[in-house]
């Protein structure tokens, strides 16, 4: 089975700070993504990674930057976390069919 | 801009009883379609795929397509108070990277 680990369950951070969200797979994809979820509008891809140190914007990339330095380490960054980036945050990697870690819970103050 | 459209819901069925739960999809050039489910506040979790025209079953679950409609649904026979959840449908148009199209998803809910 494929493993996607997130690195925290949940977290509270204020606003202004750095923040950085770390995602493990296990099975050597090369895709990985992260996504944000919220009520009403659904899953939005921010970044994905389709090998080391190679990088594509999704969605809606205003705000947060990644990091793949390894190929089973996928992170995103948020430069100056605010409010508005509150949100339920997903990790997921694909080698042909897309798997999720648990998610971070995300709250600005 | 490529869209997949679910209806929100709420889909409420008896137990028992079939569950339906209908996608549509814009790009004609959509190759491969999935269903997630997703439990209140857990991640989504792969349930089906199907790659062509037709359906193909799993269990309870049954998934159809019609690349000519545009038009992709999931089935939930002898529905379960445990089948209820948020399902979401997502397509891939092709290429590479596997970068999926989610739809917002239909929140099922099955009563005892």
């Known amino acids: 089975d494929v493993k996607v680990t997130q690195s925290s369950r949940y977290l509270v951070k204020r606003t202004g700070e750095k923040v950085f969200l770390e995602c493990v797979q296990d099975?050597?994809?090369?895709?990985m993504f992260w996504y944000r979820q919220d009520p009403g509008l659904g899953l939005r891809l921010i970044y994905f990674s389709y090998d080391v140190k190679m990088k594509e914007k999704g969605d809606i990339p205003e705000g947060y930057s990644v990091s793949r330095e390894k190929k089973e380490r996928f992170s995103l960054i948020l430069e100056s976390a605010s409010t508005n980036q509150t949100s339920m945050y997903l990790c997921?990697?694909?080698?042909?069919?897309?798997?999720f870690g648990n998610g971070t819970r995300l709250t600005v103050t | 801009q490529k869209e997949v459209e679910q209806n929100s819901g709420p889909l409420s069925v008896p137990e028992g009883a079939i569950a339906s739960l209908n996608c549509t999809y814009s790009?004609?050039?959509?190759?491969?379609f999935f269903w997630y489910r997703q439990y209140s506040g857990k991640s989504p979790e792969l349930i089906m795929s199907i790659y062509s025209n037709g359906d193909k079953e799993d269990g309870r679950f049954t998934a159809q397509l019609n690349k000519a409609s545009q038009y992709v649904s999931l089935l939930i026979r002898d529905s379960q108070p445990s089948d209820s959840a948020t399902y979401l449908c997502a397509v891939y148009v092709g290429g590479s990277n596997y970068k999926l199209t989610f739809g917002k998803g239909t929140l099922l809910t099955v009563n005892p």
């Open positions: 099975m050597d994809h090369e895709n």
């Open positions: 997921a990697s694909s080698g042909g069919l897309l798997h």
């Open positions: 790009d004609r050039g959509s190759q491969s």
